[in-house]
């Protein structure tokens, strides 16, 4: 974009353009660069962008027009792990290591009910941007509200990957079993 603020529907275009062409996140305060306005304006943009059907989800690195990574995954499988918040990056790397992608993180919270944050991490790259952001951000992690115990949503393109996954993450002693 250039040094000429953008005016309503045209910077919806612009950053929807650019959202789709992208491939990666885009951090909002980029957005707002681009755009030569505030980071509020552009949350209200995204905002108004998602109420028309733009399948534009806020991850952890930013936000991202969600054409799915995970297409020729055919197979996705809940997985119910439980570990320290200093073995996430461990669990993480461990996961798609194996050839899966992390879609999400959920955990059942006494009082709010099931609470389910994107993830859509699918390498190693990816899960240290997580982990960084995490920790620049002096945020907490899901499993952080019920003593390490937390669900994940994984794809692969076979059963034997989901398989293998599994299989590492029981191994590691992160696996929950029922």
Sequence with gaps: MS???????????????????????IKGGDLAKQAN????VIVGDISLLKAKNEPIIATSQGYLYFTDPTKD?????????????EETEDELNLL??????????SVEHPVYGDITASLHISNRKEVKQFIEKVRSNKASYLLELTGGIH????????????DDAVEALEGAGYLVRT
């Design 3 to 25: 040094d000429k603020k953008l005016l309503g529907e045209e910077r919806r275009e612009r950053l929807l353009d650019l959202l789709k062409t992208s491939g990666e996140p």
């Design 37 to 40: 306005v505030s980071r509020q």
């Design 73 to 85: 995954h055919k197979y996705m499988r809940t997985i119910a792990s439980t570990h320290t918040p």
């Design 96 to 105: 798609v290591d194996h050839g899966v992608v992390i879609k999400d993180v």
């Design 151 to 162: 669900m994940h949503t994984i794809s692969a393109s076979s059963e034997e990957t989901l």
